[in-house]
């Protein structure tokens, strides 16, 4: 069994910021791309940030120069950084970890219940 928890979210101020800590556990083999997503209300779930195992990353362009991604490979957790935080950011974020849990299954999704992130103007 995995589980995927996020944690950090909160209410904050325009201009301020905040970090989201997600952590994966469970029986964990190896992790692919750990991503955080967006869901703002009445849109559609978008991508905001991914990393890649090997450090690499993507944002969307909304947030580059802002938000930074990172990840403990040894800890199975991923963070965001979020600065200049501005009232179109406010949303529910969920991280999602692609997880194999033997070396015999492949990549599955694993999402995590998400946290809200209001940003006042």
């Known amino acids: 069994q995995v589980q995927v928890s996020e944690s950090g979210g909160g209410l904050v101020q325009a201009g301020g910021s905040l970090r989201l800590s997600c952590a994966a556990s469970?029986?964990?083999?190896?992790?692919?791309?750990m991503e955080w997503y967006r869901q703002a209300p009445g849109k559609q779930r978008e991508l905001v940030a991914s990393?890649?195992?090997?450090?690499?990353?993507n944002y969307v362009d909304s947030v580059k120069g802002r938000f930074t991604i990172s990840r403990d490979n040894a800890k199975n957790t991923v963070n965001l950084h979020m600065n200049t935080l501005k009232p179109e950011d406010t949303a529910v974020y969920y991280c999602?970890?692609?997880?194999?849990?033997?070396?015999?299954?492949?990549?599955?999704?694993?999402w995590g219940q998400g946290t809200q992130v209001t940003v006042s103007s």
């Open positions: 999602k970890a692609t997880i194999r849990t033997n070396s015999f299954i492949s990549f599955n999704d694993y």
């Open positions: 469970g029986s964990i083999f190896s992790i692919g791309v």
């Open positions: 990393i890649n195992s090997d450090g690499s990353t």
